[in-house]
């Protein structure tokens, strides 16, 4: 059984910045992609991005580009999220993610993840 937990959130400024880190157990997160997602009050769980399990390919929602990055550290068995230039409209539960299967693509299908962490808060004050 995999077990995810993060850490980073909390409250920050508009503009400002916060890193996210997941750290896994139960299993090495080596040959898994790996995601993160988002939930608002009252909103669907969103995508955010996703990194391949070789680290080589990520994908990023249109509304975090250029803003997130996603990285990953497979010696730490640790996957990162870090959010500059946040707005008013990113704060949610942060949860991410881990496939089951190996070697597979980075995507945004929340249904090719089967292990998810609670995920930490992430406020955004104007």
């Known amino acids: 059984q995999v077990q995810l937990v993060e850490s980073g959130g909390g409250l920050v400024q508009a503009g400002g910045s916060l890193k996210l880190s997941c750290a896994a157990s139960g299993r090495t997160i080596s040959g898994y992609t790996m995601a993160w997602f988002r939930q608002a009050p009252g909103k669907e769980r969103e995508d955010v991005a996703a990194?391949?399990?070789?680290?080589?390919?990520?994908y990023y929602a249109d509304s975090v580009k250029g803003r997130f990055t996603i990285s990953r550290d497979d010696a730490r068995n640790s996957m990162y999220l870090q959010m500059n230039s946040l707005r008013p409209e990113d704060p949610a539960v942060y949860h991410c993610?881990?496939?089951?299967?190996?070697?597979?693509?980075?995507?945004?299908?929340?249904?090719?993840?089967?292990?998810w962490g609670r995920g930490p808060q992430v406020t955004v004050s104007s």
């Open positions: 993610a881990s496939d089951s299967r190996a070697f597979r693509s980075a995507s945004i299908a929340a249904e090719q993840y089967d292990y």
């Open positions: 990194i391949r399990w070789s680290g080589g390919s990520t």
